[in-house]
């Protein structure tokens, strides 16, 4: 089956800058995660849709970042303006619904580097 | 908030040694734990994972165990092999129901290095 497609694979920004990554999560997946992962750190819940609602995003810089699933299927996630402490690799990741411990899926990864 | 502790962060080990991976949740609501193995430049990929009817769940050599009282899990490898070199992430699964939304939180990670 297919997986989660994220692009770009690799972004290099200026500070003061935006950028969109785009996430197609596996079909059917309800929902969706994305994950924040500062080198030589865990992945950090950055936003949560299920399908295109949002049910959890304490975690989100929403002064800066912003986030949609229009559709219920597709997402993409921005950042306006970038700063310095940006730079990470974003990972998209969707499960079925979490009614019984269902596996998630990962993407490569967008790796931003801020500039 | 809830969270999800690892210990250690690093840990080097002889080619054949065991490994040793600990983790400890705060949401009494979580009843599934999945561990992740992350090498370099790679998505994290599942690699074992236990639900909270269960102690112990074992595949080949990679082993999990979970004490859902003291609210901890561990991986545990056997003769470990320099392929095991990578990243471990847990973590801890709040499941979807009437009344909350489905939460998965994850440790740290923990770079696990095998010598030869």
């Known amino acids: 089956e297919a997986g989660v497609a994220q692009s770009p694979r690799y972004k290099i920004i200026e500070k003061r800058q935006s950028v969109a990554f785009w996430c197609n999560p596996i079909?059917?997946?309800?929902?969706l995660y994305w994950y924040q992962q500062i080198l030589g750190q865990g992945p950090k819940l950055l936003i949560q849709f299920q399908n295109n609602g949002v049910v959890d995003d304490s975690q989100l810089p929403k002064d800066r970042f912003s986030a949609e699933r229009l559709k219920g299927v597709d997402s993409t996630l921005k950042i306006q303006p970038a700063k310095l402490e940006d730079s990470a690799v974003y990972l998209c990741?969707?499960?079925?619904?979490?009614?019984?411990?269902?596996?998630?899926?990962f993407g490569q990864g967008t790796r931003l580097t801020v500039v | 908030g809830e969270n999800v502790e690892q210990h250690p962060s690093t840990l080097s080990v002889q080619e054949g040694d065991s490994a040793v991976i600990k983790c400890t949740y705060s949401d009494s609501a979580s009843n599934y734990f999945p561990w992740y193995k992350q090498e370099l430049g790679k998505r994290p990929q599942l690699i074992i994972d236990i639900r909270s009817n269960v102690g112990e769940k074992k595949d080949q050599r990679i082993a999990v165990t979970l004490n859902k009282t003291a609210k901890h899990f561990s991986l545990h490898i056997t003769e470990t092999q320099p392929e095991d070199s990578a990243v471990y992430f847990c973590?801890?699964?709040?499941?979807?129901?009437?009344?909350?939304?489905?939460?998965?939180?994850f440790g740290a990670g923990t770079q696990v290095v095998v010598t030869p």
């Open positions: 990741a969707s499960s079925l619904p979490q009614t019984v411990n269902t596996e998630a899926f």
């Open positions: 079909s059917g997946h309800a929902t």
């Open positions: 973590a801890a699964l709040r499941p979807l129901t009437t009344d909350s939304w489905g939460k998965l939180q």
